[in-house]
């Protein structure tokens, strides 16, 4: 069983500051692709960010140059830093990881997601 805990989301006004973080626990092997999504009310689920397990790093075109994804790989967590914030930024965001298990299964794995609002 993999449990993926996220935090940080809250109220900001527009162009403030938000630090999500997820951490991983429970029977994991190795973490390969980490993501960020968000789906704002009455939208669908979108990718935000995604961080490969050697570093590598994609954004969609509406967040670049105001987010960056990081993770602590000994810590199983992933951060999304989010800058210059906007109101359509306002969404449930998401965090996903395929886990490799302690039983070498693959598993994808979702949080329970975190409230970000932006008030203009």
């Known amino acids: 069983q993999v449990q993926l805990v996220e935090s940080g989301g809250g109220l900001v006004q527009a162009g403030g500051s938000l630090r999500l973080s997820c951490a991983a626990s429970?029977?994991?092997?190795?973490?390969?692709?980490m993501h960020w999504y968000r789906q704002p009310p009455g939208k669908q689920r979108e990718l935000v960010a995604a961080?490969?397990?050697?570093?590598?790093?994609n954004y969609a075109d509406s967040v670049k140059g105001r987010f960056t994804i990081s993770r602590d790989i000994a810590k199983n967590t992933v951060y999304l830093q989010m800058n210059s914030l906007k109101p359509e930024d306002s969404a449930v965001y998401y965090c996903h990881a395929v886990v490799v298990t302690g039983a070498l299964n693959e598993h994808d794995s979702w949080g329970q997601g975190t409230q970000v609002t932006v008030s203009s």
């Open positions: 961080i490969t397990g050697g570093g590598r790093r």
């Open positions: 429970g029977s994991i092997f190795s973490i390969n692709a």
